[in-house]
């Protein structure tokens, strides 16, 4: 090396960087080799002048006229200068035992890669076509290519080509798959797709179960099913069978273009409008909102390592999870992150022995070193630079003549209650990407969270309650490390006066005297009207008691003369039958007196009893059976038994059962006993409380009556009068077949 030296430089990986003055710069790595690093290499300028290394390990060069360069991330290698591997168009990679790495492309046939030499073959070479899709490395040492004119394998340097003569559905071979058996899966562009057991080929299409027969990829699960790729969705074929998903829901597009799976189990599908996880229950869809640089996939890997790369037409994604198989992570790769391919090609990717990943992209092969992929711990220094009033400038002196030295803002801000809408700038500093800064921000008490993660560095609040505020910010580098400490900034608002804390006391008091007042005031008006009425409704009360006494007396007076005018029909009735000697005349006058006297007895128990409008039946029956004793004064011992239970009715219902019992009774004790010295009279009286019925039991265990009587139209008068009472109860009355006389009437009681 024959140049000026202008700086030296020790990394943290211990290499050695020179600078020069005129021909870039040199690095020599742990094992002496040296790489020469000039404008070839992407430099401005050769004229370098300083070395400097940060503490996130990124190298800074000053240069002499090109400004600064910053060297970042040695994670990607790029191969433009090597044939073939600089092609657009690389839409396969495999490696064998040897060490070779095979490119496919759409377009060039393949290339055989080791140590910087490539060598193609083509279809002069004996490749079915120069168009290949897809490639594998087999068990038997067999290389496979699909191509568009049949399925290739090269084999100790012969190449052998498979068509639709040898049994395959289609000569344009898409995808390939080696499964856990060691059988070959070919899928065509509308033929289906093919197994290849290296004996025969058997086709199966849309009539064996596919959702398909145009095949874009093909993947077997570790459970060892086998995923099917379709331009109408997605196909599992396990135990033999065919299980088609394409109207399941969660997809945002039937087009399945690549498959994967990660280290979970759950298994992954690229669309061209997102990514699509299933988890065995439900299809999930993963998208730019989630994180994604675009919804265009072309690619998916789950590598040994346990992320999943995803490639789309805005550069590669790396998902990392967490131990519960859930998102943690989504980090995007574009140019500023050393990944310049931008946008990858379909299916164009593979891991080698050593977990490094090939990629193909529009601007070829991209190698990616995940040893060389630094993860920034470095967290960002976060600082608040200005606060701003209604978005304007202020220049702080006038409020506090203390200013904090970073941002000249008062270290004792006291606002006034209308200054209350608020602007917060604030910045990171991380020399990696600081593109890639998020912040989230917090004002205590007026945020119940923190914000969610943005690239925006101002925070605006407004209308801000009087109170006292801390500020908090805090920012995370491109590797998702978060400084621990916030930014923070305090401040107070204070209350107008009309809020002042002796003001609003003051009000309140007034406020609970005015209410004082005015209760008081309610409560004697209240008290002089309560009083008012007191006194009417005593009054009025005074008047009714009054009133209702007059109308006791006068009933009570009634009903006595009404019985004594019935005593003076009895003496008149007694005196008349003084004066005829016929027997059939004086037994009329006593039944009339007896029925006279059923009813006299009513009105004597109504100004006897405190209640006038209704009579206790059960004393009523008593004195009416022994006065109708004491009246026949018959040469026989009777027995009353008499079951009634405790009711009252009234005077309508009263009178008519009074004078039926009269008659009943009265019978029995005339014509009954004549002819035995013992006698029973039976009277019950029982309520059914559901039908709201009365029955009432009434004989004797005498001679007993001819049968028929009550039938007969044409009977005795007190035949007649029963029947007359009990139509009067609205009743019926029927004869039992008991020894003797016995009669049940059922009524209902008039109100």
């Not at 969705?233 to 065919?242: I, R, S």
């Not at 988890?279 to 040994?304: P, Q, R």
């Not at 490390?481 to 209350?495: G, R």
Request: with cysteine; net charge neutral; glycine share 8%.
């Amino acid at each position: 090396m024959n140049a000026e030296i202008t700086d030296i430089l020790l990394d943290k990986e211990k290499n050695v960087w020179i600078t020069t003055k005129n021909t870039g710069a040199y690095l020599v790595n742990n094992n002496n080799v040296i790489t020469h690093i000039t404008k070839k290499n992407g430099l401005v300028t050769n004229s370098l002048t300083k070395l400097f290394l940060d503490r996130s390990g990124n190298i800074w060069i000053g240069t002499n006229g090109g400004g600064l360069i910053k060297y970042g991330n040695k994670a990607f290698t790029y191969f433009n200068k090597v044939q073939g591997l600089n092609s657009p168009s690389i839409f396969s990679i495999t490696a064998d035992n040897e060490g070779f790495l095979w490119v496919s492309t759409s377009d060039e046939g393949i290339y055989k890669y080791k140590d910087g030499v490539s060598t193609q073959f083509t279809t002069r070479n004996g490749l079915g076509s120069n168009t290949i899709r897809s490639s594998l490395f087999d068990n038997k040492g067999n290389l496979w290519f699909a191509t568009s004119k049949g399925l290739t394998r090269y084999k100790n340097g012969v190449f052998r080509n498979f068509t639709t003569s040898d049994g395959l559905p289609s000569n344009n071979t898409r995808a390939l798959l080696l499964d856990i058996d060691g059988n070959l899966w070919i899928g065509t562009y509308g033929g289906g797709i093919s197994k290849y057991d290296y004996t025969s080929f058997q086709n199966f299409t849309t009539a064996d179960g596919l959702s398909h027969d145009y095949i874009h990829s093909l993947f077997q699960d570790s459970k060892g099913n086998i995923w099917i790729g379709t331009g109408n969705g997605v196909t599992k074929y396990a135990n033999n069978k065919f299980l088609s998903f394409a109207n399941a829901k969660g997809f945002c597009n039937s087009y399945i273009g690549s498959i994967t799976e990660d280290k979970y189990g759950k298994i992954w599908f690229g669309t061209d409008r997102c990514a699509v996880r299933y988890d065995g229950l439900d299809f999930k869809a993963i998208g730019v909102k989630d994180g994604l640089s675009s919804g265009v996939i072309y690619l998916m890997h789950g590598d040994k390592k346990g992320n999943l790369w995803i490639g789309t037409n805005n550069g590669i994604d790396r998902i990392s999870f967490d131990s519960y198989g859930q998102i943690s992570r989504i980090k995007n790769y574009k140019s500023k992150q050393g990944f310049r391919g931008i946008e990858c090609n379909s299916r164009a990717i593979f891991e080698d022995k050593k977990n490094n990943l090939w990629i193909g992209t529009v601007k070829g092969l991209i190698k990616y070193n995940p040893t060389n992929d630094r993860t920034n711990v470095f967290e960002p220094l976060i600082h608040i630079n200005n606060l701003k009033l209604y978005f304007n400038d202020v220049n702080w002196l006038n409020y506090s003549k203390k200013l904090i030295k970073w941002n000249n803002l008062p270290a004792d801000l006291v606002l006034d209650y209308d200054e209350n809408h608020l602007t917060f700038e604030f910045s990171a500093i991380n020399l990696t990407y600081p593109e890639d800064v998020q912040y989230r921000f917090k004002l205590t008490p007026f945020d119940d969270k923190w914000f969610s993660s943005t690239d925006q560095n101002f925070a605006t609040y407004s209308n801000l309650p009087p109170g006292d505020y801390t500020f908090d910010v805090r920012a995370r580098n491109e590797d998702g490390v978060w400084n621990q400490e916030p930014a923070s900034y305090s401040f107070k608002i204070t209350s107008p006066w009309w809020k002042k804390w002796w003001l609003i006391l003051a009000f309140t008091i007034l406020i609970f005297y005015i209410i004082f007042k005015i209760s008081s005031f309610k409560e004697k008006q209240q008290r002089e009207v309560s009083k008012e009425l007191e006194e009417k409704v005593k009054e009025r009360t005074m008047l009714i008691e009054s009133q209702r006494d007059e109308k006791e007396i006068l009933l009570k007076e009634i009903h006595h003369r009404v019985k004594n005018n019935m005593q003076v029909i009895i003496s008149l009735l007694s005196i008349q039958s003084g004066y005829t000697k016929d027997k059939a005349a004086l037994a009329l006058f006593d039944e009339a007196k007896n029925r006279i006297r059923s009813m006299a007895l009513i009105h004597e128990k109504m100004y006897q009893s405190g209640d006038l409008a209704h009579i206790d039946f059960q004393d009523y029956i008593m004195a009416l059976t022994n006065d109708l004793i004491d009246t026949y004064s018959i040469n026989c011992d009777i027995f009353l038994d008499i079951k009634i239970e405790k009711v009252k009715f009234n005077i309508d219902t009263l009178i008519p059962l009074g004078l039926l019992l009269n008659e009943i009774i009265s019978n029995a004790l005339k014509y009954a006993f004549n002819t035995t010295d013992k006698g029973k009279v039976v009277i019950s009286l029982t309520l059914n409380e559901k039908e709201n019925m009365y029955t009432l039991l009434i004989g004797d265990n005498g001679s007993g009556m001819e049968k028929g009587i009550l039938e007969k139209e044409e009977g005795s008068l007190g035949m007649e009068l029963i029947k007359i009472f009990v139509t009067q109860l609205d009743g019926d009355i029927i004869r039992l077949e008991d020894k003797g006389t016995f009669f049940e009437i059922k009524f209902k009681p008039r109100n």
